[in-house]
């Protein structure tokens, strides 16, 4: 396999050690730059009075939802928004506002926001046989025959409800199947938020900093090395050796949270080969880049054949339960099912609402549409035309911000809270400061019409035209005239 501009969403492959130096730098030695003081008085009154709507709808809900919102990637500041209508590239409030929506639900709206075609087909379903049934639906085999279709690796595929879950159950049936216990991933990743892994969580480093509620022998055979740092790798595989083994090793192909500090370009292979020699298995979490970096995932592109794929979002369509493990066949049997289960130790999973009709008719119709409408070239043109834009903008007015994408997946740094080194002595005054930096932006950028994730991560889709891109930059560069370097 080799990677193919003509299947990939990544046009070209951006200079992975330039972005760290740069990103490095901005995180750890630029001067912190703020929306200015008065420009900011002014976007906080009108979000209060152009989301009057949300305010009251979350101070309600404060009474009976923590917090009032259930949705980690909502922005909190001031207050979050309620949405009440999303279509193609947009989202409306409960007020009528409407928003150019780069957010997309976390990763999985690649063909715009409830694409029409994949909706009709689960309304039929819907008609005919309600949402669940407790037994086989033929759309369990198409879903399962079309992912294997696009990725040679899926020999097998096991559908389940979260991309949490998946990684959870690919690190039993590794576990199981290699008898090795440790598990290694790569610092600042996300692989959801099951007990072993909410571990070096954000930034490298930080181990068990966020693990609250979770007893310390949940983790004990979680491991976290600094992205890219196979030095590390080959290091901790070597000490595994007297300890048991390395069962696993699982990375986001791109990097972690979807390539925010980004892997060289030879990463995975040279993974690839350290898992081979030390017997581990590779574990790819494809829950972002399945069918968005293409219908080959981010494992076509590399051209790396990992043993496991774990699969979220995207492999139910955005629809609700969405979650999956596919890759060898021999590690794959361990998930067989059924009363009475299969005929090899099983790596217990399970869920009632896994695997439900519904899910799989809606993932098996949007990657039939992707593959239809060639959505992932698409999206991620549109991705190379926002990043270039925002570029323009940082340069034209002298702000030190970071612009790059890995096709539709578009990296924005500004206050670079995530991006900080673990080394850094002012490392928990700074986060606080950026952050409240990136939720200011994310306030602005609200006002101004435009929906990211985190004020950080910008996600395009097929429905982002030239036209709304090029609106979208010109939102942008309103937020973005008038900053301040923040007084120390
Ligand atoms: C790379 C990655 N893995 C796993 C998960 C967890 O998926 P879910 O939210 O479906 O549990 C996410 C969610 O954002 C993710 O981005």
Known sequence: MTSNTQEYAISHWPDSEAILADLKKLANDMPLYQIRRDKMEEYLKKFDSM???SKKMVEKAKELIPGGVQHNLAFNHPFPLAIGKAEGAYL????????IDFLQAGGPIVLGNNYAPVRGKVMELVMECGPVTGLFHEYEYKLA????????SVEMFRMLASGTEACMAAIRAARAFTGKAKVIKMGGAYHGWS??????????????LDAHGIPGECYVHTQEIYPNDLAALEEAMTKNESEGGTAALILEPLGPESGTRPVLRDFNAKARELCDRFGALLIFDEVVTGFRVGLGGAQGYFGVKPDLTVFGKCVAGGYPAAGGVGGRKDVMLSFAAGIGGGLVKRAMVGGTLSANPLSCAAGYYCIKSIEETRAHIKAGRAGDRLTKGLREIFARRHLPFIAFNHGSICHMETGAAMLMEISNPKIFEQVGKRKKIMEELGAAMTVEGIISLAGSRLYTSMADTDEVVDDALERFDRVFADFEVVKE
């Open 195 to 208: 007990d072993q892994f909410v571990f070096g969580m954000r930034i490298p480093g930080t181990a068990n």
């Open 51 to 53: 989301f009057a709507g």
């Open 92 to 99: 409306w409030d409960v007020d009528g506002n409407r928003f």
């Open 145 to 152: 025959e079309l992912i294997r279709r696009h990725m040679p």
